[in-house]
């Protein structure tokens, strides 16, 4: 290995630069051999940081007028402290869970994030009497049922027979709602879930406007391929882009979305710990 440096942009990890391009199974196999010779058996990675670029790239040309927030869950660390360590301001955070520990939920105020999500009326409550002053983006569940890893079993209320109810006594109770949000599922693979979900959304916010609600947030969530395994980005940007044409041509909204494995898929070419590694043919 030639050039070793710290990055901040790895949290502190060391990361090597390799002075010309090797193919990632030859190359983990490299480091694997000077390991061994080390007397180490950590497991370690092989990335190739460009493909990160050439996907964010990707991203500004099919979708500009969507914010990518990037969704930290992917990692593994704790999730809020790790992001503000890092310099994140906490407007650009959203707390994405849609129910908090009463302790999680006072840990976001006093970091000041502001931006979270509810789909129950236990959380709108919670939220009433420890941090009234949340900006509070109402999940629902829409779903792409071909979608490789389903979310909406487990978060978002439904659009229809729940979230009119919940943003009734968002209202009741004093509390601000800004938006919506949704994740149609990971790997998505029917792109029309998300004109589904700005379909329902559009509804919403002329609810919400009669409740004196100035909802202008879409977060769309995941779902996003990160590789081309899948349907393409090109094709889910292509949907997005045409709901967002035909719900809110006439309106100003701030879009954005939560990619995940769109961000990371890309980035690991091996993930090997040593001893399975070094059981591979030759
Ligand atoms: C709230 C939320 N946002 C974003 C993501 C990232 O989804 P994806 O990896 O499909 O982009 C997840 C994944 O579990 C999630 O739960």
């Known amino acids: 290995m030639t050039v070793t440096i710290q990055k901040e942009l790895l949290n502190g990890s060391k990361v090597t630069i390799l002075p010309k391009k090797e193919q990632s199974l030859t190359l983990a196999r490299r480091v694997a051999a000077e390991k061994k010779a080390e007397g180490c058996d950590e497991a370690f990675y092989v990335a190739n940081l460009d493909n990160i670029i050439d996907r964010f790239n990707l991203w500004k040309k099919e979708l500009p007028m969507f ?3 990037y ?3 992917c990692n593994p660390d704790p999730e809020i402290d790790l992001v503000t360590k890092m310099g994140v301001r906490p407007e650009k955070v959203i707390y994405a869970h849609p129910c908090k520990s009463t302790n999680f939920l006072l840990h976001a105020k006093k970091l000041e994030i502001s931006l979270m ?3 129950n009326a236990e959380e709108l409550e919670k939220i009433a009497e420890h941090y009234e002053k949340a900006e509070l983006i109402i999940r629902i569940g829409v779903a792409d049922l071909t979608a490789n890893c389903q979310l909406s079993v487990k978060f978002g209320c439904d659009p229809e027979l729940e979230a009119p109810d919940l943003l009734r006594r968002a209202a009741e109770l004093g509390l601000n709602v800004a938006g919506v949000s949704f994740h149609v599922g990971s790997g998505c ?3 029309t ?4 979900a700005l379909k329902h959304t559009k509804r919403l916010f002329g609810l919400g406007a009669s409740l004196g609600f100035n909802m202008k947030m879409i977060d769309v969530g995941g779902g996003f391929p990160g590789s081309d395994h899948h349907l393409s980005f090109e094709k889910i940007a292509e949907v997005l882009r045409n709901g967002v044409e035909e719900y ?5 909204v701030r879009l954005i979305a939560e990619p995940g494995r769109e961000s990371l898929c890309c980035l690991s070419a091996a993930t090997p710990s040593l001893h399975p590694f070094s059981a591979l043919p030759t």
């Open 67 to 69: 914010e990518p927030f």
């Open 71 to 73: 969704a930290v869950k």
């Open 117 to 119: 999500t509810f789909d």
């Open 189 to 191: 693979n029917d792109p």
């Open 193 to 196: 879930a998300f004109r589904t």
């Open 248 to 252: 809110f041509g006439d309106s100003q």
